[in-house]
């Protein structure tokens, strides 16, 4: 049984960081596909970046323009664990950040859907990431 648990999140001011860290059991990160979303209150949850490696191991990773350069997403396949980390943070950023896995093969070549929530099988439970000063 695939489990996934996020921690990490808090109350941070603006310009602050945070790291989320998501760990999965029951599913090993490196044959698959991380995302982290998010949920910010009254909207619809997003995709926010997502972590995948081809046959040969090269890693690649994908983010929403709003966050790209200020978010990075990264992996250790040793503690099966993928983070988060969010520096220049902004209240915009405010929500409940999830991650989920996802196998490659349902994605397009160009993984230009990346962020297709459907597309995710598993999800953990969600942490809360207040910004505000």
Same mark, same amino acid.
Do not use: F, L, Q
């Given at each position: 049984q695939v489990q996934l648990v996020e921690s990490g999140g808090g109350l941070v001011q603006p310009d602050g960081s945070l790291r989320l860290s998501c760990t999965a059991s029951g599913f090993t990160l490196v044959y698959g596909v991380m995302g982290w979303f998010r949920q910010a209150? !009254?909207? &619809? @949850? &997003? !995709? =926010?970046?997502?972590? @995948?490696? *081809?046959? =040969? !191991? $090269? %890693? %690649? $990773? %994908? %983010? @929403? *323009?709003?966050v790209r350069g200020r978010f990075t997403i990264s992996t250790d396949n040793a503690k099966n664990t993928v983070y988060l980390q969010m520096n220049s943070l902004k209240p915009e950023d405010t929500a409940v950040y999830y991650c989920a896995v996802a196998r490659r093969e349902l994605f397009m070549r160009d993984w230009s859907d990346w962020y297709v929530q459907a597309k995710y099988d598993y999800w953990g439970q969600g942490t809360q990431v207040t910004v505000s000063s």
């Open positions: 209150p !009254g909207k &619809e @949850r &997003e !995709g =926010v970046s997502c972590i @995948r490696s *081809d046959d =040969v !191991g $090269t %890693y %690649y $990773t %994908y %983010y @929403r *323009d709003s």
